[in-house]
């Protein structure tokens, strides 16, 4: 594999999407106006299953607002109630229509929210649903010198098209009615454990490959230093070939690279754009697929011919028998899951692509020692911050999540994203996971285990089951973070790289290897004539 299609798959594989909650996230957040008596509920999804002329229709998704009453979290104790129009349409004055329980429709603006739930409760409505002048949700809160917020009637706002759709059905005479009620979110959804598994799987695979590569050729750099003099060999340690170290330069870069390419992300974000990204992250999933295919059926001795086998092919150069044959089949794949990506288990398809480039990256791509690595960490540490919040001050939002969900442009999310549907959550959506956030601590990871094979270190005496362990539990409190900040978007190398950074920079320093683990990055091993093997 040759350096450029290498830099090809680690370019896709840079963007550090963060660690985000299922679909159905409220847009706006409520950083100004603070909790008060009367105006102190939690923000949370509404669910308002409609029913027309008495045949079920639409679900729709509102969100609550910050005063009235709480509304019921099961279907079954949700009230059928009939919807009404308001006349005026803002309800800012007593509405001229006469309500007996009804569910009152208003339109936003001319007045503040609290002021048309007021009138609505006073005209006699059950609950006030105010259409939004925008197709997202928004966090109705209290002004700051508003007194009357003893509010009876629950008031939840509905974005612009939803509104559209029951206001057409009651202007031709159809009777709607509809239930309002706000289910609860599980704390641990399986989804989030599988997708931990997948995201702790998928570094541990990648590690012992990459560390098996590394110790084979020390192997076979053993074998030549028997049989030649040390002069006609390099002095450094040699590399299997498509092997590419990062170094300091590379590393400090990676801000400034993966900065352009998110904001690059988040201009020309559309419909047409997000087609261009699944397009190359195909390509780069055929490759990593293709490699892990061949690397995996070279282990069958039926297969290791063809592996070992190889014909000119043009523009590509010596291909082996085995990875012609395997090729097709990963065009094939990655074809029918571009096809079919809006299918409901076609994130099956994409896990499979996007865990088969990451080992490839992580068995390609390498860090040489602790220092490129601490670098690589902590610049990658402040990206993730600084994207995920920071980016608010700059561009009103943030600018990570907008581009891992795929706001504006009428798809579910970018590609170059681990996912898991949410089984037991009744809003659905998905738990992710950014290519980031796996690959850059992976790289971590894997140098522990390349150092403990080359330093001939068992296990327990190694840095790999620390590291492996470090990781796992920062990306853990990350989901810990992620349910205590209400499913909102968290940067998950702001907790990941704390955790196996530090774990790696203290046990080195506590066992004395610190300096040869920062600047050579291998142990040293002054006679070649012993055997390397793997710990036991």
Same mark, same amino acid.
Request: charged residues 20%.
């Given at each position: ?47 308002? &299953? ?23 979290? =099961? ?53 006030? *649903? ?8 928004? =966090? ?110 590379? #590393? ?9 390419? *998110? ?82 288990? #076609? ?67 970018? $590609?170059?994203?681990?996912?898991? $549907? ?47 362990? #470090? ?26 790289? &704390? ?5 790696? *920079? ?19 091993? $002054? ?10």
């Amino acid at each position: 594999m040759d350096i450029q299609r290498v830099f090809y798959i680690v370019c896709i594989a840079l963007l550090s999407t963060s660690r985000l909650g299922s679909a159905g996230d409220i847009v706006h957040q409520d950083d100004v106006a603070p909790k008060k008596p009367g105006c102190e509920n939690n923000f949370v999804l509404v669910k308002v &299953p409609t029913w027309v002329d008495h045949i079920e229709d639409k679900e729709y998704v509102g969100v609550g607002a910050r005063f009235g009453p709480t509304l019921e979290s =099961k279907e079954k104790h949700a009230n059928q109630t009939r919807l009404a129009l308001a006349d005026p349409p803002d309800c800012c004055s007593k509405p001229k229509n006469k309500l007996t329980g009804e569910v009152i429709l208003v339109h936003r603006g001319n007045c503040s929210f609290t002021r048309k739930a007021n009138i609505a409760e006073e005209a006699g409505a059950s609950a006030i *649903l105010i259409i939004n002048y925008r197709t997202e949700l928004f =966090k109705m809160v209290c002004e700051g010198n508003e007194t009357d917020l003893e509010i009876g009637i629950p008031a939840v706002m509905l974005p612009q098209d939803a509104g559209a759709s029951l206001e057409k059905y009651i202007m031709n005479g159809s009777v709607v009615m509809l239930a309002l009620y706000s289910p609860k979110r599980p704390v641990v959804d399986v989804a989030e454990v599988f997708l931990w598994l997948m995201a702790v799987g998928t570094i541990l695979c990648a590690s012992y490959w990459s560390a098996w590569t590394a110790r084979e050729a020390a192997i076979e750099q053993d074998k030549l230093l028997k049989d030649a003099s040390e002069e006609y060999l390099p002095a450094e340690g040699t590399h299997s070939g498509g092997i590419v170290d990062i170094n300091m330069t590379s #590393a400090i870069l990676f801000v400034v690279v993966a900065s352009c390419f *998110l904001v690059m992300l988040y201009k020309l974000m559309s419909r047409w754009f997000i087609e261009v990204l699944v397009v190359l992250f195909c390509i780069g999933g055929v490759e990593g697929l293709q490699t892990c295919l061949v690397a995996l059926l070279s282990c069958f001795r039926c297969f290791q011919n063809a592996a070992e086998s190889f014909v000119k092919v043009p523009f590509f150069g010596a291909v082996s028998y085995l990875t012609l044959a395997v090729c097709p089949f990963c065009i094939a794949f990655s074809v029918i899951w571009a096809v079919f990506r809006q299918i409901s288990f #076609a994130w099956i398809g994409q896990d499979i692509l996007g865990i088969s480039l990451i080992i490839t990256v992580l068995q390609i791509v390498r860090v040489p020692n602790l220092k490129v690595g601490t670098v690589l960490l902590s610049c990658a540490f402040l990206y993730d911050i600084f994207w995920v919040f920071v980016s608010k001050w700059w561009f009103h939002e943030s600018v990570m999540i907008v581009v891992a969900r795929g706001d504006r442009s009428g798809e579910d999310g970018i $590609p170059m994203l681990l996912k898991i $549907p949410r089984m037991f959550d009744p809003w659905g959506g998905y738990s992710i996971i950014g290519f980031g956030d796996i690959i850059l601590p992976g790289l971590l990871v894997a140098f522990s285990l390349r150092y403990d094979w080359l330093a001939k270190k068992s296990l327990r005496a190694g840095y790999f089951v620390w590291a492996m362990t #470090a990781y796992g539990l920062g990306l853990l409190i990350t989901y810990v973070a992620l349910n205590m900040m209400d499913g909102h978007g968290q940067p998950a190398l702001l907790y990941i790289v &704390p955790f196996t950074l530090g774990t790696f *920079l203290t046990l080195g320093k506590k066992r004395g290897d610190l300096r040869i683990l920062w600047t050579r990055g291998e142990p040293e091993r $002054p006679c070649p004539h012993l055997e390397l093997q793997s710990p036991q």
